[in-house]
């Protein structure tokens, strides 16, 4: 039985698939490991230094607006 062109064009596309799908699987893991590693750290420098992780990235006036919203320390609410 001989390989027509066809199906010789079938293979390589679904090895090219496959390839892809597998660098996709690989980066998906380390965004998954580094994601945890990243809330690991900062949950312990949260524990170290009392600021929060919205805090350590500079997001801290935002979160801060959103507390004295919400227990009513500012006239209004954004």
């Known amino acids: 039985m001989t390989n027509t062109p066809a199906s010789d064009k079938w293979l390589q596309e679904r090895t090219t698939e496959q390839i892809h799908m597998d660098q996709l699987k690989r980066a998906e893991l380390f965004n998954g ?46």
């Open 33 to 78: 490991r580094a994601a945890m590693l990243g809330l690991v750290i900062g949950v312990i420098v949260e524990g170290l230094t009392g600021f929060g992780i919205a805090h350590q990235i500079g997001l801290g006036a935002l979160v801060d607006g959103y507390t004295a919203c919400r227990t009513q320390f500012l006239p209004f609410c954004f």
